[in-house]
């Protein structure tokens, strides 16, 4: 099992370009997250999914949109990059259940820039 | 509201013992979760604990008390991988999502 995967790892772009991260996951997890990760700061939630075909935002939804329309897949899309979003993102999931098997899974993260 | 604290930034010396703290605020509890993040890498989990007092797993053990809203993690035997930084994290109400700390980094001296 590949657990969860993130592409692209690194990725640098000029503002006002449009990208898409996509997270993969082969554990048949019901829960998807999209977080950020700034220097100083905890991990932000961007937007997460309770399960295919549904959204919802988190903490630092603004300039992000998001599509879970596969189970195992988890699109983060950027439509017009600006600098503050400059960040590692990290995708994780996680299974149904009670609590104590919420454990949440990481991806490898995806180095953003934005120039 | 709902809040957590970490010390930003700790330093030990390899074979000793460290103890991270986290206190945290919520509305209510479902447990309480510790993470290890080495740099550059993803977070990976450590511990949960739900309920009041120790748990210990090898060089590594996770204390409880609800009603003080306190956790720490205790670090033994030291080694230099164990470089990194500890993030702490407790389920919001909805237990769909986490509130996470800003972490604390673990700095370990020969």
């Known amino acids: 099992n590949a657990g969860v995967t993130q592409t692209p790892k690194f990725r640098v772009l000029k503002t006002g370009q449009s990208m898409t991260l996509l997270c993969a996951q082969d554990?048949?997890?019901?829960?998807m997250y999209w977080y950020r990760q700034d220097p100083g700061m905890g991990l932000r939630l961007i937007h997460y999914s309770v399960g295919e075909g549904t959204t919802a935002k988190g903490e630092v939804p603004d300039g992000y949109n998001v599509s879970r329309l596969k189970k195992q897949n988890f699109l983060l899309g950027l439509e017009s990059a600006a600098p503050s979003q400059t960040s590692v993102y990290f995708c994780a999931s996680r299974g149904l259940g009670t609590i104590d098997n919420g454990e949440q899974f990481f991806g490898p993260g995806t180095r953003l820039t934005v120039l | 509201g709902q809040n957590i604290d970490q010390p930003t930034e700790m330093t030990a010396t390899e074979g000793a013992i460290v103890q991270i703290n986290c206190t945290y605020q919520?509305?209510?509890?479902?447990?309480l979760f510790w993470y290890q993040q080495h740099a550059g890498e993803a977070p990976t989990f450590l511990s949960y604990n739900v309920l009041d007092g120790l748990e210990e797993k090898g060089r590594f053990s996770s204390f409880l008390s609800r009603s003080k809203g306190y956790s720490y993690l205790l670090l033994k035997e030291l080694q230099m991988k164990d470089s990194a930084s500890y993030l702490c994290?407790?389920?919001?109400?909805?237990?769909?999502?986490?509130?996470w700390g800003a972490g604390t980094k673990l700095i370990i001296k020969p």
């Open positions: 994290a407790v389920p919001m109400d909805s237990n769909y999502q986490l509130i």
């Open positions: 554990m048949n997890h019901e829960y």
């Open positions: 919520t509305s209510g509890f479902n447990g």
